[in-house]
């Protein structure tokens, strides 16, 4: 093995594990805001539906959601990178 592919070995495997590390944050917010957001649509059925101005646009919830889907996103083609990497490494060693 010489030295570009340990190198890209290496490198795959940190970005592998610092992207899945990274995405843990994301994905929980994610999960606590779809739960969240269930539990609201439970209740609201119950009560009966809120109709105003405010329902129909989109909350901070869903702006939060869309924002942690884009980090999401990118620690997913972090992780990508770097099994690309560990493939590459693998094959030209």
Do not use: F
Request: no cysteine.
């Amino acid at each position: 093995m010489d030295a570009i592919s340990l190198v890209l070995i290496v490198g795959g495997v940190v970005a592998v594990v610092a992207g899945a590390l990274q995405a843990r944050g994301p994905l929980a917010t994610i999960r606590h805001l779809d739960a969240t957001q269930a539990n609201l649509e439970r209740y609201d059925s119950w009560r009966g539906k809120n109709s105003g101005v405010q329902a129909d646009g989109p909350t901070g919830a869903d702006i939060m959601r869309a924002q942690m889907r884009q980090r999401l996103l990118l620690w997913a083609a972090v992780i990508v990178a770097g099994v690309v990497a560990v493939v590459v490494g693998l094959l030209v060693g």
